[in-house]
């Protein structure tokens, strides 16, 4: 089912998700859900705090960038090997509209549970790497532009300001939608 997506400014962005401890039917759900949002977002990877779970949940999917990359849901992920370096241009679907140059480890490799329980192990580099490292981050509560300059950041302020504002009324709606 696709869930709204957290805007900037929202709490669930800024905190840290909790490890899961039992892969139930709640987290295949959740995963599923997670799958459909950002498929409906066209993203290319999503976390569960962005729509309000905060579980350590995410999944990422950048085959219409790297094909030979299958989509991926990791539950308690954890970055085990790193190297190499990458500038690229990176967004995130509670930033919509807003790029910018992140500096990223190249490669990476992560071991995680998948949706049978089991643990497993993922790696790559390029734009796979980037969007493992972005959703691994978002289960800490950080952010692509806590990686910026300052003076990028300060160029980014209205932007920021903006979504801060939009994301104050989707909590209002939702509230209201919950009566
Ligand atoms: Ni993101």
């Known amino acids: 089912m696709k869930r ?9 962005l800024r905190q840290p998700c909790a490890p899961v401890a039992v892969v139930e039917d709640a987290i295949r759900a959740l995963v599923a859900d997670l799958f459909d949002s950002m498929h409906a977002a066209t993203g290319v990877g999503l976390a569960a705090p962005q729509i309000g779970v905060l579980k350590r949940v995410c999944v990422v999917d950048v085959t219409a960038h ?22 690229g241009e990176e967004g995130c679907l509670s930033f919509p509209d807003l790029y910018s140059d992140v500096k990223r480890y190249a490669w990476v490799e992560v071991e995680a549970i998948g949706l049978d329980g089991q643990p497993f192990k993922t790696a790559g580099e390029g734009f796979y790497a980037r969007a493992l490292q972005h959703e691994i981050d978002h289960l800490d509560g950080k952010l ?15 932007a920021l300001k903006r979504l801060k504002k939009e994301s104050a009324a989707q909590a209002k709606a939702s509230a209201i939608d919950s009566i």
């Open 4 to 12: 709204e997506i957290a805007l900037f400014g929202a709490q669930c």
């Open 144 to 158: 692509f532009i806590d990686y910026l300059s300052p003076l990028k950041r300060q160029l980014m302020r209205g």
């Open 66 to 87: 790297q094909p030979n990359c299958r989509p991926v849901a990791l539950i308690n992920p954890k970055i085990t090997g790193r190297e190499g370096e990458q500038i």
